[in-house]
């Protein structure tokens, strides 16, 4: 068996617990947008407290991710797996407890940290156990189930809700997550088995990634607060000190033969650097879209949770079906019109969206957003798939696995970014009115998308 490992395989059931804890945290990331006018009353926090909640969860998950995939090479995928499974339940409750915004911050963060401890083992551990054809099949519902996610998170989240189970208003979104992290846990006990690389002398970069963090709060920190706290813009001349060391420190440790988070030498093709800024450009303004587009909808236009969780039904759809066709589309057209393709789709949307909410303002309902998200959907699962090929393709294999932790690390790092910003865009322009606001955010975010397309698109034909 591959890797060294011991094992004969995996059974249903635990292919379905690894599944289903796959879900959770990324359900979770969005779980809490259909929610946001409930929580921001609960807990007396304005859009500022609102953006952190979400945030914050983005950054202790992007901060640790790679590192839990390596301390699960070194110490156990199983074991890795059960502790981010029982610390996930521990946050969920915490949060579901809190009673104030610091509580609830608390919780968030801490779900982030266990949630990138055991995220990273369910592909390492289906790649350690399975081969052939029943390998390719489980990788498959691996790499679709992120629309189905988008999909449970906001609908699933919104009828939670809603529905007010045990009178517990929105603290049962967290709640959930308690009995379905004890039943993994039990089961999962049982029938995964435990996997380990070869090779256990990996270290950990802990310097890498107390750098990352800093980078990441030397931008979120004033985005989110400045509008409060003006002397906190000054925070943002720190990312350049921030960027330099974590440069220097990751190329020391790549001289001396250890792993770091974020390698130097894989930026070294113009291609991967180009595949890493389409990247960033689409985790940084579809969850952006997100927070905003279902902020506005709870507080300005009075939707109920349930109603903010249906009217992006579409998108999770279409999100799910792009990611189907995605690689056939490129097959067809190039990765790089199938992303210039995915991006005027999403841009589209973006504007689609923009008209609704001028034309219909208070009119609006739930399902005239299915026909702009559902755009948006398809034109952000191509723009990722595209981005993703793009970026391995280029890529020397010895690095494979490092640009995969690598992406997956600034993926969540640009959630919390994209989120931050647009949030912290829409508290700015509220004097404005809430309609106005949502209309400049969202706008904003597609400016960013076709600045982006458009400068990529010269890179590349330059190159030619």
């Known amino acids: 068996m591959k890797h060294g490992n011991n094992v004969s395989g995996l059974s249903i059931v635990a292919v379905l617990l690894l599944v289903i804890g796959q879900v959770l945290p990324q359900v979770d990331f969005a779980i809490v947008n259909v929610s946001l006018d409930v929580l921001g009353k609960a807990l007396n926090t304005d859009e500022t407290g609102l953006v952190l909640i979400v945030a914050l969860y983005g950054l202790s998950f992007s901060a640790l991710i790679t590192t839990g995939g390596r301390l699960g090479d070194k110490y156990g995928r199983k074991r890795l797996f059960m502790v981010g499974i029982v610390g996930f339940c521990a946050a ?20 982030g940290v266990f949630a990138a401890l055991l995220l990273p083992q369910i592909l390492a551990t289906i790649h350690a156990t399975l081969e052939g054809e029943r390998h390719r099949y489980v990788v498959g519902i691996y790499t679709s189930i992120g629309g189905l996610s988008a999909i449970l998170g906001q609908v699933a989240g919104g009828w939670l809700v809603s529905a007010n189970l045990w009178n517990l208003g929105w603290r049962v979104a967290f709640f ?20 380990r690389s070869s090779d256990t002398r990996q270290s950990m970069d802990l310097g890498g990634i107390a750098l990352f963090i800093l980078c990441l709060l030397s931008v979120m920190v004033p985005i989110s607060l400045g509008g409060r706290w003006h002397g906190l813009w000054w925070w943002l001349a720190a990312t350049v000190p921030c960027a330099f060391l974590l440069w220097r420190v990751e190329r020391g440790h790549e001289r001396a033969g250890r792993k770091a988070i974020l390698p130097p030498s894989m930026f070294r093709e113009a291609m991967v650097k180009n595949g890493f800024v389409r990247e960033m450009t689409v985790t940084f303004a579809f969850p952006g879209y997100l927070f905003v587009t279902a902020l506005c909808l709870q507080s300005e236009l009075g939707f109920t949770p349930l109603e903010s969780g249906n009217a992006f039904v579409a998108l999770g759809a279409m999100f799910f079906i792009g990611s189907l066709i995605s690689k056939r589309l490129g097959q067809c057209l190039g990765d790089h019109l199938s992303y210039a393709l995915g991006a005027l789709l999403t841009v589209s949307g973006f504007l689609a969206t923009i008209w609704l909410f001028y034309h219909l303002n208070h009119r609006l309902t739930f399902y005239d957003l299915w026909g702009a998200t559902g755009v948006i959907g398809l034109g952000n699962a191509i723009m990722l798939t595209s981005a993703y090929r793009l970026t391995l393709s280029h890529v020397d294999r010895r690095y494979a696995s490092e640009v995969s932790g690598a992406l997956a690390t600034v993926q969540q790092g640009c959630f919390a970014l994209g989120t931050a910003f647009a949030g912290a865009l829409y508290a700015e322009m509220l004097r404005h009115g809430g309609l106005n606001a949502v209309m400049l955010s969202i706008g904003a975010l597609a400016s960013l998308v076709v600045l982006v397309a458009i400068c990529l698109a010269i890179h590349v034909a330059r190159r030619r």
């Open 92 to 111: 969920s409750a915490l949060c579901g407890l809190a009673s104030g915004i610091v509580s609830m911050l608390l919780g968030r963060v801490l779900q």
């Open 176 to 195: 959930i997550n308690v009995p379905i992290c004890l039943v993994i846990f039990m089961f999962g006990c049982l029938t995964i088995p435990e996997t």
